[in-house]
């Protein structure tokens, strides 16, 4: 086990600057047409493939190949400083990545991952589709089916996934669905969809408060046949692991809740990276806004209120930084994955909302981008577990029993 740090090495140094300086000059100029758009954002992408920031290289370079865990809170932080509906267009994929991983055999990752990537000169994109219209934070509720077609040997999948990012627009689709409805959230298993997939259609796509410039719809699988290879992990795994559950044994955790927790610390990070966005431009502000002959920062009212923010700002990076680094070593004892995530989506909702307040009326206006940045922050409380889902599973966690 590697010794936790709050030191960067070299690399991570490099990588961290690397991306700043891309955030600002290629996200942050065009971040409030996008938003305004509300369009995936192919240009800025294409553009990211080009210098390797998009790309299942730098995924597995980041998540597989850096025994810190901090490589990619540190990267993501930078991206979502830039602009989180743009940095969500560059990240997403990262999800399907995450979920292939997390659930798939390593011919599995090293067969569809790059896929989900394409290549610098013709990008794809990848999507992992979990929540449904009746069912986000109740896995046990989801209804998408899977049922097996031994003859053909093949998986036919049937449902509507809802709240889906790159949904319909994706090349892959990582699909979680039930295969034993009897054993709840235990009977799920997720399958890939390749491109092209007849049966696999865009339903509505949503209109959102925040990160409009993320593609976010719902998916529609109507007899869609897909191989059996198309399992993530295997057939005798599954039928292994289904035995066990029927028989009250312990089986490996859910599909779906495998890959929420190997990225709850990243999803700290985005929530960080607006925050932090947030906070420098207050005291950029503060320091040149005048009121009654002298800036504004000058006021302990507004002064205080900044170094309330910067302290929220570290606190919750220290948390994600720990939470990165035990996700890594898998050492998490008490929900720290969760505890980060929660704490950095309340903080940048925090944050931004007192951003505003510094700003007074010009905060409230689309002229300027912290009134981009609140509606952004917002769903840090909201996607990959809410906040009350966070607190359930930290509850759980300190107490060792079943809260409910």
């Known amino acids: 086990m ?78 979502f400083w830039g602009d989180a509906g743009i940095g969500m267009a560059i990240m997403g994929t990262a999800l399907a990545a995450a979920g292939i991983a997390a659930s798939g055999t390593s011919e599995q990752v090293m067969e569809w991952v790059p896929q989900c990537y394409g290549t610098a000169d013709k990008i794809a994109l990848g999507a992992f589709a979990a929540s449904e219209p009746d069912a986000g934070s109740d896995v046990g509720g989801y209804r998408t089916s899977a049922k097996y077609d031994e003859a053909k040997d093949e998986w036919v999948l049937n449902g509507t996934k809802a709240w889906i990012t790159n949904g319909g627009i994706a090349d892959i689709h990582v699909v979680v669905a039930v295969v034993d409805p009897e054993l709840g959230s235990k009977g799920h298993a997720s399958f890939i969809v390749p491109p092209d997939t007849p049966g696999l259609s865009m339903g509505q796509k949503y209109k959102k408060h925040g990160i409009r410039a993320s593609h976010t719809a719902e998916v529609v699988l109507d007899d869609v046949r897909v191989p059996g290879r198309c399992l993530l992990g295997s057939k005798e795994k599954l039928d292994e692991r289904l035995a066990k559950v029927r028989r009250g044994e312990k089986g490996n955790a859910q599909a779906a809740m495998q890959t929420f927790e190997a990225t709850r610390p990243a999803v700290g990070a985005q ?20 009121a009654f002959g002298k800036p ?49 989506g309340r903080t940048a909702t925090w944050v ?25 922050a917002k769903i840090h409380d909201i996607f990959e577990g809410t906040e009350q889902i966070q607190q359930l599973v930290i509850s759980r966690a300190i107490s060792g029993l079943r809260i409910e």
Not at 11 to 38: G, S, T
Not at 299 to 317: G, H, K, P, W, Y
């Open 2 to 79: 590697s010794e936790f740090s709050l030191q960067l090495n070299e690399d991570q140094i490099q990588l961290q600057k690397w991306i700043h300086d891309f955030a600002e000059n290629e996200i942050r100029p065009v971040a409030h047409e996008w938003d305004e758009r509300e369009e995936f954002p192919y240009p800025v992408v294409e553009r990211a493939a080009e210098i390797g920031l998009y790309g299942w290289e730098f995924i597995a370079e980041g998540m597989m190949n850096d025994p810190t865990g901090l490589t990619m809170p540190v990267a993501i932080e930078e991206l």
């Open 271 to 290: 929530a960080l990276g607006i925050a932090r966005a947030a906070l420098e431009y207050s005291i950029e502000y503060a320091k040149e806004r005048h």
């Open 296 to 344: 504004i920062i000058m006021n302990q009212a507004i002064a205080f209120m900044l170094a309330d923010m910067a302290t929220e700002v570290e606190a919750s990076r220290n948390l994600i930084w720990r939470a990165a680094w035990l996700g890594k070593q898998r050492a998490f004892k008490n929900a720290e994955g969760s505890m980060a995530k929660m704490k950095a």
């Open 352 to 376: 931004t909302e007192r951003a505003i307040q510094i700003l007074g009326g010009y905060g409230y206006t689309r002229e300027y981008p912290v009134e981009r940045w609140h509606r952004d």
